[in-house]
């Protein structure tokens, strides 16, 4: 995957996939959480971490607001643009990208952000990306933002 959006811009899930696909890998590879703040819902926000745990037991509320979840995003966004790429950083993390899921009802929708690959920076070890995370969608004033996830659930 290259970044480009799959859907006809006349398609409602061409909005969804630009909010949380393309904007969050380009915004992530930058560290511009500013740039997507407006694509989340505040209110109500929360983010389950799966622990690469397939049962829902082991599941962790490990981001019971959004600051939480934007700090844990801009040290990982840090900890990213830390290491040295031959090309394009955001080219290395939509090649390990895929979106199996993206369903929209109404004013409501779920997708499914999936990454397997292995992204091998000009210094220190790979980074191995083997894992997915399912966002919970709400259209709110004609814009789809996400209002929680469910992240780092093996694959």
Known sequence: MSGENPYAP?????????????????????????????????QGFFGLDARGEGNPAAWRLT????ASYRDRWLEQSALYRAR????????????????PTLELDGDSGV?????????????????????????VLRR???????????GYMGL
Do not use: N
């Open 10 to 42: 006349d398609d409602e899930r061409h909005a969804a996939y630009a909010m949380a696909v393309v904007r969050d890998v380009r915004a992530f590879v930058t560290g511009d959480w500013a740039s997507i703040e407006g694509d989340f819902i505040e």
């Open 63 to 66: 981001y019971p607001t959004l």
């Open 140 to 150: 709110i004033g004609g814009a789809w933002k996400i209002a929680g996830f469910v």
């Open 84 to 99: 040295r790429f031959a090309g394009d950083p955001a080219a290395s993390i939509f090649g390990t990208l895929t979106v």
């Open 111 to 135: 997708l499914l952000k999936r990454f397997d690959g292995v992204i091998r920076p000009l210094d220190g070890d790979p980074i191995e990306l083997r894992r997915q995370s399912l966002f």
